[in-house]
């Protein structure tokens, strides 16, 4: 039994032997490279599908919105500035881990991100300078940070050392 189908440049019946399915081979009326189907078979047979359950489409809308609400409700959510003079104080490790963040916006071109990620930092000034001061001295960067010449990490470091100043 031979797989037939038709060309999709010029649409002429082609037939090609059953172990060609699932191949390219070229139309003999119009040489088009042409992709041989595979041969029907009774796994080709009509499925039975079964009605959706209404309750767990219901559940699924119900998990879809609360989704979302979740979302909205982190993207606008805004920390309190704190009082001029007021002096605040983060998570060191995540502090740290903002502070390579940073570095490695910059270090990637996306400027936006990283001033963005900057403002962020700036808010907790004095820690915020002495994680910079030690990686101004650090002789072997943070992994995050290898791949980037040292020279140019120095660069951000000092800018960014500026800016706190």
Known sequence: MS???HCEDCKKKVNAP???GGKWGRCPHCNHR???PLPKSSADEELTLTPLDP???EDYMNLMRETYNVTEGLLHQTEEPPEPGQEVHA???KLASMVVKYLRLMADGRLDD???MAERVVRYRGQTKK???QLAVSEVPVPELQDVPAKVLQGFIRNMLTRLS
Do not use: L
């Open 131 to 133: 994680i910079f001061e």
């Open 55 to 57: 309750n767990e489409e």
């Open 3 to 5: 797989i037939t189908f």
């Open 114 to 116: 990283a001033q963005h």
């Open 18 to 20: 059953d172990g060609a």
């Open 91 to 93: 998570d060191e490790t």
């Open 34 to 36: 042409c992709y041989i």
